[in-house]
Structures are given as C-alpha cells and as structure tokens.
C-alpha cells in the first residue's frame, strides 16, 4: 500500500508533475500551495512523508518546518527548492539546514550532469 504524502507546492505545473508521478506509484497525494496551509494540514501528523517548497507565499518552507519540529511533529521532511541550483548548493543547503531544522533530506529542482540533485541529508550526491 502506498503513502500518505503532503505536497506543499505552488508552483501547479511542479506539483502536477510530482503528484502525478507519486500517485502512480500508489500513494496518495494530497497537495496545497500555500505554506500556511501546508503547515495546518501538516500538523496533525497523518501524514508519511511531507515534500516542502522552500519558497512559499504565506509562510516559507523553513518557516513551516521549524513550527512543525516546535510542534512535536516528527514527519519526515524533505524540502524542495530551486535555489540551489548545483549538486554543491544542494549538499550545502542540506547540511546548514538540517541541524537548525530537523530537515529529513533535500532535492533541488535543477538536474546535475549525472542525474537528479537528491540525497539524504548529512550525504553527498
């Protein structure tokens, strides 16, 4: 049985494409644009796996996870971002946000000569 996935996305095109893709692989996707939203929905923890925005009108994507982790909400996380744009700002942003956030991992929107940016947090890609 799939998962339970929260996307806060605002971008509809990004979303509609990452919903897709996880949808056909059997979870089910709920998504909102807007971090406020996101985090209210977030934050009653029903959720497997939440796929974050950093940059979102109403709340930003650090912003709904730092009142996730204050609120004793222990999802795992995994921030998507277009502002680091290379596999190096991509490990960056993971390994500065991570101890400030309980960030789970990263992805960068931006793809790499060898493949997408993604790698737990804390590991190199």
């Known amino acids: 049985m799939g998962r339970k996935i929260l ?3 605002d ?7 990452i919903a897709k893709g996880l949808s056909e692989q059997g979870h089910v996707v ?5 971090g406020r939203e996101g985090l209210f929905l977030a934050s009653d923890a ?5 796929i974050l ?7 930003d994507g650090l912003g709904v996870l730092r009142a996730l982790r204050a609120a004793g909400v222990e999802t795992p996380v995994l921030i998507l971002s277009a502002l680091a744009m290379r596999c190096s700002g991509a490990r960056r942003a993971r390994r500065t946000a ?3 956030t309980g960030l789970s991992s990263a992805i960068s929107k931006s793809i790499c000569s060898r493949g ?6 804390g590991r190199s890609t």
């Open 7 to 9: 996307l806060i996305e």
């Open 46 to 50: 029903s959720f497997d796996l939440v």
């Open 30 to 34: 709920d998504h909102v644009a807007d």
């Open 11 to 17: 971008d509809a095109e990004t979303a509609g494409y």
């Open 53 to 59: 925005d950093r940059m979102l009108p109403g709340l």
């Open 98 to 100: 991570r101890p400030r």
């Open 116 to 121: 997408p940016c993604i790698a737990p947090a």
